[in-house]
């Protein structure tokens, strides 16, 4: 080993003593910030995960469209249901859809909530929505029901079995033809709640038919909601684009037809949460940079306080260039000590993160504000290899570079004058 | 100054020839070495005396190569030493003198072998060689059984041994 990094390490582990109580300060500084740095990142990536999941789980991975009504879909369902994919069937199910908003009225109370008609046969494959069901059933659902979300439940004061309004947009396109268009009394089959508050909020499910009824589409759809086989979730993207090469490849598509993934139609949304993730890595920065300027002005003192043994070193005949690198070698072992021990410390709070929670809510009596606000009682974690990389090698680098004034200001160091500090 | 006795007289390990050396004070300038002219032949000893601030340390200091001069010229072995490249002289000094300080400078953060060991350990990476010869120095000046010891249990007389035991690590032409 270099003199520089063995000096290094013994001004930081002494021989026969205590380790420095400036290096147990400057250690715990940065695991820190590396233990707040993981720990909000990975349960940020358990939120993400919860919500990414639930998209999927709700709208489906792909979704096929044309921008206007498509006809005679068999075929387009047939061929999707054949792609190959790496020499894999990777389609799991396909379920066509119509969707559109309509007026709601209860007891005179008029929403306007988005409505999604589906074939229940295909749709129960993609969306599981026995699961979601928080009173009646699916099997209950026929051309005189609907399936309503808690939120709008919630709004007009709706419950199962209740009789529900519904009128169509047509409604307007008849007045101009001097027509009347009556609305339609239709029965709540049952109420639903996905976790997922897009959907939640205001949102009605109704069957296939009975939407085309409503929007005059004949036997038409508005697209297709894909579901892919198990483990292709990180090649949605891919899988798109195959998909989208089999559309233009085909005569038997309509023209417009065109495939999205759930990231494509919820760009802008997974942008904001990657956004507030960055931020939040930003931000949590800061504390290992406030641990760097205690690792600065703490490796300033040693040099002050060593500068007769510097003026030693450099006399017996150690080169600048080892002086700055014993220094600055000092910064990268605080470094990877604090982010060592940070990362210990967050793998011990995540696996424990419940138990805090229910500690911290049961201090502050809050539990059941915890399960209204924010819908959980249990913090969700997911640990991403890549966070942990760059908070390592942020911390490292940090500190490293925090050695680097005391360093240079070790090897600018005259010997004569060091020593003469005498 | 002058040294004395001598078998071999050229080249000398130590020559200095008009050495000058002053020191800024306030707006004056004081000149501590007024053209120094000295020689150490090999195997000789000196013995530099002179009153308080006369310029005794500074006058080592300088035929070490620790401090620039003014004007003048210094010798190792009868080469010229360029006091600028202080990185290359560093190497120089490391392997051709011993230098014992009047505080002995050891290291607290290293026992007492490891404090011997470290002018070996600053020209490279010590091996059994230089691991044996700095216990048989500590053995010399008879501190063998405090080879682990922290420095800071030592005596005054203690440390000027381990300093000593040292200097003599590389086996410096010069002491």
């Not at chain 2, 490891?114 to 059994?128: F, Y």
């Not at chain 2, 500590?138 to 041994?161: D, M, T």
Request: aromatic share 10%; with cysteine.
């Amino acid at each position: 080993m270099p003199w520089s990094l063995y000096l290094a390490l013994k001004q930081l582990f002494p021989s026969g003593r205590n380790v420095s109580f400036f290096s147990i300060l400057s250690i715990a500084g940065v695991s820190l910030g590396v233990c707040l740095l993981i720990v909000v990142l990975s349960v940020m990536n358990g939120f993400q995960k919860e919500i990414r999941d639930k998209i999927v789980e709700t709208t489906g991975h792909l979704r096929v469209e044309a921008g206007s009504v498509i006809y005679d879909y068999d075929g387009i369902m047939e061929a999707l249901l054949g792609l190959e994919y790496r020499g894999e069937n990777v389609i799991q199910a396909v379920s066509p859809y119509a969707y559109g908003f309509v007026i709601v009225q209860n007891r005179k109370v008029p929403v306007f909530p988005a409505i999604r008609g589906v074939d229940i046969a295909y749709e129960a494959e993609i969306v599981p929505f026995n699961k979601f069901l928080i009173s009646g059933s699916v099997d209950d659902l026929d051309n005189d029901s609907v399936i309503i979300s808690s939120g709008l439940a919630r709004k007009i004061g709706a419950h199962q079995g209740d009789v529900l309004e519904l009128a169509s947009p047509l409604i307007i396109e008849k007045i101009k033809e001097d027509e009347i268009m009556l609305p339609r009394e239709v029965r709540v089959a049952g109420v639903f709640e996905t976790g997922w508050t897009v959907i939640d909020n205001n949102t009605l499910f109704c069957t296939l038919t009975l939407m085309q009824e409503f929007y005059g589409l004949e036997d038409g759809i508005h697209g297709l909601t894909i579901r892919l086989a198990d483990g292709y979730d990180e090649e949605v993207d891919l899988i798109t684009g195959k998909v989208n090469e089999m559309i233009a490849q085909g005569a038997d598509f309509p023209l417009g037809v065109r495939a999205f993934s759930w990231l494509d139609l919820n760009r802008d949304f997974l942008f904001v949460l990657q956004l507030e993730k960055s931020v939040m890595f930003f931000l949590l920065l800061f504390v290992i940079l406030v641990s760097a300027f205690a690792i600065t002005s703490t490796l300033l003192i040693t040099v002050v306080r060593k500068t007769r043994e510097i003026g030693l070193l450099a006399a017996k005949g150690a080169k600048p260039i080892g002086l700055v690198a014993c220094y600055t070698f000092q910064g990268f072992v605080l470094g990877v000590g604090g982010a060592v021990l940070g990362i210990a410390f967050a793998l011990l709070a995540l696996a424990n993160r419940n138990e805090i929670v229910g500690i911290v809510a049961n201090i502050f009596n809050k539990e059941e504000a915890l399960i209204r606000f924010y819908k959980f009682t249990h913090l969700p974690a997911h640990y991403q290899s890549n966070d942990f990389v760059w908070v390592v090698l942020c911390a490292i680098t940090i500190s490293t570079l925090a050695g680097l004034i005391p360093a240079f200001r070790a090897s600018r160091m005259k010997p004569a004058s060091a020593l003469r500090d005498e | 100054m002058e040294a004395k006795s001598s078998i071999r007289p050229t080249p000398p390990v130590i020559e200095t020839r008009r050495i000058v050396k002053t020191f800024p004070s306030g707006r004056e300038v004081i000149q501590v070495l007024n053209g120094i002219d000295f020689k150490l032949e090999r195997g000789k000893t000196a013995s530099i005396r002179g009153e308080s601030g006369s310029g005794k340390t500074t006058f080592l200091n300088i035929i070490s190569g620790l401090e620039a001069l003014d004007s003048g010229q210094l010798l190792w072995n009868g080469n010229r030493v360029d006091l600028r490249h202080f990185g290359e002289l560093a190497a120089v000094r490391s392997s051709q003198m011993g230098l014992v300080f009047q505080a002995y400078y050891l290291l607290p953060e290293l026992n007492l072998w490891e404090n011997v060991l470290l002018p070996a350990r600053l020209r490279g990476k010590p091996g059994s060689l230089e691991r044996e010869r700095a216990e048989y120095l500590l053995h010399r000046v008879g501190l063998a059984e405090r080879l682990k010891f922290s420095v800071e249990k030592l005596s005054g007389g203690e440390r000027q041994r381990a300093a000593l035991a040292r200097a003599l690590m590389n086996r410096p032409r010069l002491i």
